[in-house]
């Protein structure tokens, strides 16, 4: 069966940087984009951006623009995501989420158990 | 601020059934396929409606979508107190990013 697993909860102090891991099983890796949402405490969904597993080409959204970098280890069907400068508003869940293959858009269809980032002095 | 407009809650009885809207513009909802999201408390989204208004396997028949314009409408019937959850709206945008909505919380009374 499809899983994500993602790495454990982080606390980062301001200023620094985190990497989240996201680990694929159950499909082939290559063949599905791997997108990346996050949700502050108490707030909605927010997309950040995706990489072509097979490719490694990304796009990320413009309020992420220069402090975020996704890559992919396809040897490990790895996914992840950095996140630098960190602030005290980048405290939420972070999610990597697969994309549907059989879907026309773009809609999720699995989704990681999410990683816990905290920023604080 | 969320692109995609959804009302914060929703509420009805168990059985019966609930709406939940999602407005947006031409350059999200107009032009291309919406998504639907249940997440209950504490855990990660799950998705129930893909491109408007179909059902991943194993998601009920109870669950509907549709679109009509620039706005898109998940429906729940025969409510069941396992439905609560928040409920989030998604899709693509002209400037190449994925867009959510800021969330419905579905109660059953």
């Known amino acids: 069966q499809v899983q994500l697993v993602q790495s454990g909860a982080e606390v980062k102090k301001p200023g620094a940087s985190v990497k989240v891991s996201c680990k694929a099983s159950?499909?082939?890796?290559?063949?599905?984009?791997m997108h990346w949402v996050r949700q502050a405490p108490g707030l909605g969904l927010e997309w950040m951006g995706w990489?072509?597993?097979?490719?490694?080409?990304?796009n990320y959204a413009q309020k992420f623009q220069g402090r975020v970098t996704m890559t992919r280890d396809t040897s490990i069907s790895t996914a992840y995501m950095e996140l630098t400068r960190l602030r005290s508003d980048d405290t939420a869940v972070y999610y990597c989420?697969?994309?549907?293959?059989?879907?026309?858009?773009?809609?999720?269809?699995?989704w990681g158990q999410g990683t816990l980032v905290t920023v604080s002095s | 601020q969320s692109v995609l407009t959804q009302p914060p809650s929703v509420s009805a009885a168990p059985g019966q059934k609930v709406t939940i809207s999602c407005s947006g513009s031409?350059?999200?909802?107009?032009?291309?396929?919406v998504s639907w999201y249940q997440q209950l408390p504490g855990t990660a989204p799950k998705l129930v409606i893909y491109d408007n208004n179909k059902r991943p396997s194993g998601i009920p028949d109870r669950f509907s979508g549709s679109k009509s314009g620039t706005s898109a409408t998940l429906g729940i019937t025969g409510l069941q107190t396992g439905d609560e959850a928040d409920y989030y709206c998604g899709t693509w945008d002209s400037s190449l990013s994925g867009v959510f909505g800021g969330g419905t919380k579905l109660t059953v009374l």
């Open positions: 990489i072509n597993a097979n490719s490694g080409g990304t």
């Open positions: 989420a697969r994309v549907d293959a059989h879907s026309s858009g773009i809609s999720f269809d699995y």
């Open positions: 159950g499909y082939t890796f290559t063949g599905h984009y």
């Open positions: 031409s350059s999200n909802i107009g032009n291309n396929y």
